[in-house]
């Protein structure tokens, strides 16, 4: 009976009520909710505490940090070489992006050369991750807000990429294909192919996409005109990515500071023009189809080459060599055992991952370990958005402009 009365108790506590007078007699009653914490879909375990009048929310403070690893100060503990699996894991749905940040981050301190071949492949699996993130989001977000077939539609095609991913590294997801000076595979025979039927049926799905939402006026009712933010705003807040890109700013870090040879493809921003919901959803959708246009060109004009540095300082001797070479064997076990080290000093590599600009800060002091490790992640800049997203507007606007929002709690928290 005590453990009855303490739930009632908990549930009472979690609901305020408070009455400010509102003019000529009359008094608005200002309910004070928690929405959370849960787990809605893959956006992660967040908490919001909302302030409503009615169907009105006037105010809502998000509240993170349930699903804090650690992740930045394990990998202080950890050589160059094993903090690459860790920091995969803050953004758990574009861990390819987590990579790219941190190698290139140490690849500057190096001074390591990355070749041609190695950067074309880095591209197409990046760009990969990005459709598979807008697939993510694209199929939570329609489920949270009633389109629920959506789910299963974009999921299908997300389990192709999952299938590729494991051709080239092994492994579904979390797949350390990125390493310091390249990657660790070339891709196998057959992964062409099979990449070329995905690039030839991709941009077919996405039109199924369109004419299922923007034919459905329920969808179209709760993304246009909520959740608008101005461009200034956004830009004063520092949020980037798509959410920026909906206001009609084209920023993106492809084409504004160009990394492994994005300067090399031909591809274009999409923008939208008032900056709500529905402009959210239209940005992110036109990036399924510029991915595949900058995957069909790196794939078209993939150099021949090393796939990683020839640097043996930081590279494995290749595989063949370990059951002939004892000196390779040796080089083998002392990089795997003991890493390589990094000249003291500091780099921020920037990437443009699905929800914004991704850097990682790294500070080397000389040893095989990093002294600081630091993500930059967009989920935690464009969270600060989300107050001016759903201010004043009604509460069921405020699960789609969440939604809309793609936050991954993974990447807030780390």
Not at 25 to 48: D, F, M
Not at 112 to 121: F, K, T
Not at 138 to 143: H, K, P, V, Y
Not at 154 to 170: N, P, Q, T, V
Request: with cysteine.
């Amino acid at each position: 009976m005590s453990s009855l009365t303490d739930d009632f108790r908990r549930r009472e506590e979690s609901i305020t009520l408070s009455s400010e007078p509102a003019g000529q007699g009359e008094t608005h009653e200002l309910l004070t909710l928690n929405i959370g914490p849960h787990h809605p879909a893959t956006h992660g375990v967040l908490r919001l505490l909302a302030t409503l009048e009615g169907e009105i929310v006037r105010d809502v403070k998000p509240i993170i940090g349930y699903v804090h690893t650690g992740i930045e100060k394990t990998a202080e503990d950890k050589s160059y070489w094993k903090v690459i699996p860790v920091v995969e894991r803050m953004d758990y749905v574009s861990y390819y992006f987590n990579a790219m940040a941190f190698c290139g981050a140490v690849e500057t301190l190096l001074g390591v050369e990355v070749p041609p071949r190695a950067q074309y492949l880095r591209v197409i699996h990046l760009e990969l991750n990005r459709i598979m993130s807008h697939l993510v989001w694209l199929g939570t977000s329609a489920l949270d807000i009633g389109a629920i077939s959506m789910l299963w539609y974009c999921f299908r095609e997300k389990e192709a990429i999952l299938d590729l991913f494991e051709m080239s590294s092994g492994q579904r997801m979390h797949t350390r294909y990125f390493q310091v000076g390249g990657v660790i595979e070339d891709i196998p025979r057959g992964f062409e192919a099979k990449l070329r039927a995905f690039l030839k049926e991709m941009p077919r799905r996405a039109d199924q996409y369109a004419a299922l939402l923007e034919r459905n006026e329920i969808v179209l009712e709760r993304l246009r005109g909520t959740g608008i933010v101005d461009q200034e705003t956004m830009l004063k807040l520092g949020v980037t990515g798509p959410l920026l890109r909906a206001t009609g700013n084209p920023w993106d870090l492809r084409k504004a500071q160009p990394y492994s040879s994005y300067d090399h493809f031909d591809f274009r921003i999409p923008v939208g023009t008032v900056g709500d919901n529905y402009d959210r959803y239209r940005v992110r959708h036109a990036e399924f189809y510029e991915s595949v246009k900058i995957i069909e060109q790196a794939i078209d004009g993939l150099p021949e080459g090393p796939f990683i540095t020839p640097d043996r300082k930081v590279s494995l001797p290749p595989r063949h060599e370990l059951a002939t070479s004892m000196e390779a064997l040796i080089h083998h076990f002392k990089l795997v055992t003991e890493g390589f080290r990094v000249p003291p000093g500091e780099a921020y590599y920037p990437v443009e991952g699905p929800r914004g600009e991704l850097g990682c800060f790294v500070r080397a002091d000389g040893s095989a370990k990093p002294a600081r490790v630091h993500m930059s992640d967009p989920s935690f800049v464009n969270l600060q958005a989300f107050h001016y997203m759903v201010k004043d507007g009604y509460i069921a606007d405020l699960i789609a402009s969440l939604a809309m929002l793609d936050p991954i709690l993974g990447g807030i928290d780390r």
